[in-house]
């Protein structure tokens, strides 16, 4: 029978159940589970392995690459540059990246890159591994190109391109490349240990990812498509994860690594108002902007309704799938089954970070995640009557 070890408040013991209960199955083999409330982590637990063949037990300090839980923290870092005045959500990119302007997206503004609306889900061309690590070539070709349609008229998922186009603005508005400015600004002050890609040193950390074979969008789609179009362009494979080039790289949209609780400390920057242990993060203006809807439609990729705000997704009335209640609360997740979620009503953050990747359906979630993510609130809401 496994055990998980760390912090479980007993209120929180029927979520260490289900996570011992998901290893002894084998359909987890090591994970992170973090909640912390009022700024008080009420669950920092762990248990499994890191590897397959079971030789390594997952610890406190083990990591592993959470996928697009990387946008959260790539995009709060660019909600701190708006607090300080650096970016404006309703200014034009090309403001601070005059390139950017070409070919028709003189009107693109920063809040469309934020909530993947800007119609450059994608390269016209076909990307390389080598490519999409080179960031200063590839932030080049989409500012060169045309958008895939109206931008701001609907959400079609940033999967890659999102974390090149933030991470251009903050090269362009601070001089520091998006990886360092995610280490100077937030995971050092925050003391989390996160990083985008991770240094060789830290290897020995870290849990190998273990992938599905599928993509988590439609297979064989239409190549004129949007979702044919954005496949297309990109070369997506899990196992890439486990290899030296991507591991070295930092690439904002995917290839952040860390555990439930360094996702968990960073983002509870927007659950806890914008300050946390006295330092202010963000002002109060961009912490509401991040509620604020802008855009809500039918996803261009996933081909379901999401509503994005500035750099997250917010919850959708009477979603069947998603067991994340109304208010003011944002979230995301990463392939495989990775989530945070940011709930400033309840002064909460969650997260849960794995290594054996989950059957999705689209990019958010999996069977796994929403177990977890019920009980959590099971007890929240009980907290709440």
Known sequence: MSKASGLCDPKFYGLRKILEGNVDSGTELGASL????????????????????????????????VFSSSKCITNLAALVLVSRGLLDLDAKVSKYWPEFAANGKEGI?????????????????????????????????????????????????????????????????????????????LAQPLGADYSLGVKESDWHIVAPVVPLPNLPFASNPDPDSILGKTLKSLPLKAEYFNEPPLRLA????????????????????????????????????????????????IDLLEMRRYKWGPGFALPVEDDPKIPIPQGNICFWGGWGG??????????????????????????????RTWAYVKEIYRVLLELDS
């Open 34 to 65: 973090y909640v912390n409330v009022g700024g008080k982590p009420v669950v920092d637990m762990h248990a499994g392995f890191m590897d397959e063949l079971k030789t390594q037990t997952w610890t406190e300090h083990t990591k592993t690459a």
């Open 109 to 185: 503004e920063v809040r469309h890159l934020l909530s993947h609306s800007s119609g450059l889900s994608g390269w016209d061309e076909h990307m390389t591994m080598e490519g999409i690590y080179d960031l200063e070539s590839s932030a080049k070709l989409l500012a060169a190109q045309a958008p895939w349609w109206e931008p701001g008229s609907v959400s079609g998922y940033h999967a890659i391109t999102q974390g090149t186009l933030i991470g251009k603005l903050v090269k362009e508005v601070t001089g520091k490349s998006l990886k360092d400015f995610i280490e100077d600004e």
């Open 250 to 297: 930092a690439v904002g949209a995917s290839n952040g690594y860390g555990n439930a609780r360094s996702v968990g400390k960073i983002m509870s920057v927007i659950s806890l108002g914008g300050q946390v242990a006295g330092k202010v993060f963000l002002s109060q203006k961009a912490l509401d902007r991040v509620f604020q809807v802008e855009v809500d439609s």
């Open 338 to 367: 990775s989530i945070v979620i940011m709930d400033a009503d309840r002064k909460t953050t969650i997260c849960y970070v794995m290594n054996k990747m989950g059957e999705e359906d689209g990019c958010l979630g999996t069977d």
